[in-house]
Nanobody, 119 residues
Framework: VQLVESGGGLVQPGGSLRLSCAASGFTFSSYDMNWYRQAPGKGRELVASISRAGGNTNYADSVKGRFTISRDKAKNTVYLQMNSLKPEDTAVYYC?????????????WGQGTQVTVSS
Protein backbone atom coordinates (compact mmCIF):
# COMPACT_ATOMS: atom_id res chain seq x y z
CA VAL A 1 0.00 0.00 0.00
CA GLN A 2 1.29 3.42 -0.92
CA LEU A 3 0.07 6.99 -0.75
CA VAL A 4 2.55 9.31 -2.41
CA GLU A 5 2.03 13.05 -2.10
CA SER A 6 3.58 15.59 -4.43
CA GLY A 7 3.18 19.22 -5.41
CA GLY A 8 4.37 20.95 -2.27
CA GLY A 9 6.89 23.75 -2.26
CA LEU A 10 7.53 27.40 -1.52
CA VAL A 11 4.94 29.92 -2.66
CA GLN A 12 4.31 33.60 -1.97
CA PRO A 13 1.22 34.74 -0.06
CA GLY A 14 -1.75 34.89 -2.40
CA GLY A 15 -0.30 32.18 -4.62
CA SER A 16 -1.59 28.74 -5.50
CA LEU A 17 -0.43 25.14 -5.33
CA ARG A 18 -2.01 21.84 -6.27
CA LEU A 19 -1.16 18.82 -4.18
CA SER A 20 -1.55 15.31 -5.53
CA CYS A 21 -1.76 12.00 -3.72
CA ALA A 22 -1.32 8.87 -5.83
CA ALA A 23 -2.73 5.72 -4.26
CA SER A 24 -1.76 2.13 -4.94
CA GLY A 25 -2.11 -1.26 -3.35
CA PHE A 26 -5.72 -0.93 -2.24
CA THR A 27 -9.15 -0.34 -3.75
CA PHE A 28 -9.09 3.44 -4.03
CA SER A 29 -12.79 3.74 -4.82
CA SER A 30 -13.72 2.09 -1.52
CA TYR A 31 -12.01 4.72 0.63
CA ASP A 32 -12.90 8.18 1.76
CA MET A 33 -9.89 10.41 1.14
CA ASN A 34 -8.64 13.21 3.32
CA TRP A 35 -5.97 15.86 3.53
CA TYR A 36 -4.49 16.71 6.90
CA ARG A 37 -1.80 19.20 7.78
CA GLN A 38 0.58 19.71 10.65
CA ALA A 39 2.28 23.01 11.33
CA PRO A 40 5.43 23.22 13.47
CA GLY A 41 4.58 22.79 17.13
CA LYS A 42 0.92 22.02 16.44
CA GLY A 43 -1.26 18.95 16.18
CA ARG A 44 -2.44 17.37 12.97
CA GLU A 45 -5.51 19.14 11.54
CA LEU A 46 -8.12 17.85 9.10
CA VAL A 47 -8.14 20.19 6.11
CA ALA A 48 -10.52 18.56 3.63
CA SER A 49 -12.25 15.27 2.94
CA ILE A 50 -14.04 13.67 0.01
CA SER A 51 -16.33 10.68 -0.01
CA ARG A 52 -15.68 7.47 -1.91
CA ALA A 53 -17.74 8.47 -4.93
CA GLY A 54 -16.70 12.11 -4.70
CA GLY A 55 -20.19 13.40 -4.08
CA ASN A 56 -19.55 14.82 -0.63
CA THR A 57 -16.78 17.15 0.43
CA ASN A 58 -16.00 18.88 3.70
CA TYR A 59 -13.53 21.58 4.62
CA ALA A 60 -12.03 23.13 7.70
CA ASP A 61 -13.42 26.62 8.27
CA SER A 62 -9.93 28.06 7.84
CA VAL A 63 -9.72 26.91 4.20
CA LYS A 64 -13.32 27.13 2.99
CA GLY A 65 -13.58 29.07 -0.24
CA ARG A 66 -9.84 28.79 -0.89
CA PHE A 67 -9.12 25.04 -1.10
CA THR A 68 -10.83 22.41 -3.25
CA ILE A 69 -10.50 18.66 -2.86
CA SER A 70 -11.20 16.32 -5.77
CA ARG A 71 -10.46 12.77 -6.85
CA ASP A 72 -9.81 10.99 -10.12
CA LYS A 73 -10.98 7.39 -10.08
CA ALA A 74 -9.14 6.50 -13.28
CA LYS A 75 -5.81 7.74 -11.89
CA ASN A 76 -6.34 6.61 -8.26
CA THR A 77 -5.39 10.11 -7.25
CA VAL A 78 -6.78 12.73 -4.89
CA TYR A 79 -5.97 16.41 -5.30
CA LEU A 80 -5.98 19.51 -3.13
CA GLN A 81 -6.13 22.76 -5.05
CA MET A 82 -4.98 25.55 -2.76
CA ASN A 83 -5.61 29.16 -3.76
CA SER A 84 -5.08 32.48 -1.99
CA LEU A 85 -2.49 30.88 0.22
CA LYS A 86 -1.61 32.50 3.53
CA PRO A 87 1.48 32.17 5.74
CA GLU A 88 -0.66 30.28 8.26
CA ASP A 89 -1.19 27.56 5.64
CA THR A 90 2.46 26.62 6.07
CA ALA A 91 2.58 22.99 7.18
CA VAL A 92 3.35 19.45 6.15
CA TYR A 93 0.34 18.15 4.25
CA TYR A 94 -0.62 14.49 4.53
CA CYS A 95 -2.92 12.32 2.50
CA UNK A 96 -5.08 9.88 4.50
CA UNK A 97 -7.27 7.05 3.22
CA UNK A 98 -10.06 5.75 5.45
CA UNK A 99 -12.57 2.94 5.21
CA UNK A 100 -14.76 1.54 7.97
CA UNK A 101 -16.40 -1.78 7.27
CA UNK A 102 -18.32 -3.85 9.81
CA UNK A 103 -16.76 -1.84 12.62
CA UNK A 104 -13.25 -2.49 11.33
CA UNK A 105 -11.12 0.51 10.38
CA UNK A 106 -8.75 0.35 7.45
CA UNK A 107 -6.54 3.41 7.05
CA UNK A 108 -3.33 4.54 5.42
CA TRP A 109 -1.16 7.67 5.63
CA GLY A 110 1.15 9.21 3.11
CA GLN A 111 4.61 10.49 3.97
CA GLY A 112 3.67 14.16 3.69
CA THR A 113 4.69 17.07 1.51
CA GLN A 114 5.92 20.43 2.77
CA VAL A 115 4.04 23.60 1.88
CA THR A 116 5.69 26.89 2.81
CA VAL A 117 3.93 30.20 2.24
CA SER A 118 6.33 33.08 2.60
CA SER A 119 7.48 36.20 0.85
Amino acid sequence: VQLVESGGGLVQPGGSLRLSCAASGFTFSSYDMNWYRQAPGKGRELVASISRAGGNTNYADSVKGRFTISRDKAKNTVYLQMNSLKPEDTAVYYCYALRVSHAVTYDYWGQGTQVTVSS
